[in-house]
């Protein structure tokens, strides 16, 4: 019997209404936000969707195929931007909506780029490291005639890294018969890579809880934290609120989750997690599952994993006073009206995790000038990328008297709109 991939989920799942969802969000944003109608008109679907099947020769001799995304949302703004995911719950549904936030999210930062995403749907935990070569290789093989530096340019997502980016560029550069390092970003350093690229994405939420800090008036020494999800996203932000003195009093992984209430030695946790493939259990420390994070008494939680985790279900419970959202759509719409009716501060995934294509630029940047930056030029920037844009957001929340996600996605429609309606709207070719 031949290893044939099972049907796809999207038309079956539950997640095939979630870029309704995600969409629906938007036309709420755009109430308040001054847009031409056909703004929203140009952005309610992807401009290109592509969906490959990727043969992949297994160690064993076996055949197997796999389901293989890109989502080119919008690149009125600059080339399409946005990660590669490897994950078994990948699927059409979940990279249109993970497009249409990354074309959000480069708007809110004023990064120089429109939105794309992709996705394998496959559990690499799977596949062995030589298969996964293959893998990368053969979905750069599938695409490589729609990416490029000025086209679209993909980077790391969950499961992916550097080294998946190595072996995409690689590909290319077969496939292209020329370096073109530009073409995807979150490379190795000193294979193209930017310093700064690997903690981006917690760094630049890092530097956003900085701002909070400043306003609220709070010490980190007693600020509690939780963490859910421990991959790129969530280890870097808890090791760098840890070295500045910040409670990190729970992470949690795919399989559960630790809790001290005194607080984690995160590195140690890290270095553990990095060793053993799974989160140890320290001395004074107890397990938890993920769903009982969610509900911690802390101060800041910080969802760092997946979609559609803070729910109508559970967002009563949050005790939390601040989400950070380090992941992609972790809060739903209902738990975001729950969540700003009760008081708590929703910093919007398109602002607080906007550090790691902020870095991407800069790596982009490098790339075509050929000139290298320090590590202290990287993180300036986007310390003060990613202050101008908090303060942008917070100030319009605060004065339009909206969750900062509508705020967020109101300034970013606005970026859109100058974009899209530049060579005029029907009001101009009315007037003939
Ligand atoms: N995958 C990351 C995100 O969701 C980074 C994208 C990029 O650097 O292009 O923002």
Redesign the pocket.
């Known amino acids: 019997m031949p290893n044939l991939p099972p049907p796809s989920s999207a038309a079956t799942s539950a997640d095939a209404d979630l870029f309704a969802r995600s969409l629906a969000r938007v036309v709420q944003a755009a109430q308040h936000a001054r847009i031409d109608p056909e703004t929203l008109l140009r952005l309610s679907a992807p401009a290109r969707t592509i969906e490959v099947s990727i043969p992949l020769r297994r160690d064993d001799g076996s055949l197997q195929v796999f389901r293989g995304y890109r989502v080119q949302y919008d690149d009125s703004r600059g080339p399409y931007?946005?990660?590669i995911?490897f994950h078994p719950r990948v699927d059409l549904a979940e990279v249109k909506s993970?497009a249409l936030?990354?074309t959000l999210?480069c708007a809110v930062v004023d990064v120089p780029?429109g939105g794309g995403?992709g996705g394998i749907e496959v559990d690499p935990r799977q596949l062995s490291t030589a298969e996964l070569e293959r893998l990368s290789r053969g979905y750069v093989r599938a695409l490589a005639d729609v990416l490029g530096v000025d086209r679209d340019?993909?980077?790391?997502?969950v499961y992916t890294n550097a080294r998946t980016m190595a072996w995409m560029a690689d590909e290319y550069r077969v496939i292209a018969r020329r370096l073109e390092p530009g073409m995807i970003?979150?490379k190795p350093v000193g294979r193209g890579g930017s310093l700064g690229r690997d903690d981006a994405?917690g760094r630049g939420g890092y530097y956003v809880l900085k701002e909070i800090e400043a306003r609220r008036g709070w010490s980190p020494a007693q600020v509690r934290v939780a963490v859910q999800g421990f991959g790129n996203a969530g280890q870097h932000i808890a090791q760098l609120l840890h070295e500045d003195g910040y409670r990190v009093v729970a992470v949690s992984d795919s399989k559960g989750g630790i809790l001290q209430p005194d607080g984690l030695d995160v590195p140690a946790v890290a270095a553990h997690k990095q060793a053993q493939h799974e989160l140890p259990l320290p001395r004074g420390a107890r397990r938890l599952g993920n769903a009982d994070l969610l509900q911690l008494e802390v101060d800041v939680l910080v969802p760092a994993a997946l979609e559609d985790q803070l729910t109508e279900h559970n967002a009563e419970q949050v005790a939390a006073k601040v989400v950070l959202e380090l992941a992609?759509g972790p809060t739903t719409g209902p738990a975001d009206a729950i969540l700003h009716r009760r008081g708590v501060l929703v910093v919007p995934d398109v602002l607080a995790?906007?550090g790691?294509?902020t870095?991407?630029w800069f790596e982009w940047l490098q790339n075509r000038t050929g000139e290298p930056w320090s590590l202290a030029q990287v993180h300036e920037r986007l310390r003060a990328c990613m202050r101008t844009q908090f303060q942008a957001v917070h100030e319009r929340a605060t004065t339009q008297g909206v969750p900062m996600r509508m705020a967020a996605y109101g300034l970013a429609l606005e970026r859109l709109d100058r974009a899209l309606g530049a060579g005029g709207t029907a009001a101009d070719f009315a007037r003939g």
């Open positions: 931007k946005g990660g995911r993970l936030w990354m999210k780029f995403k340019v993909p980077a790391p997502d970003t979150g994405t992609n995790n906007a790691g294509v870095v991407s």
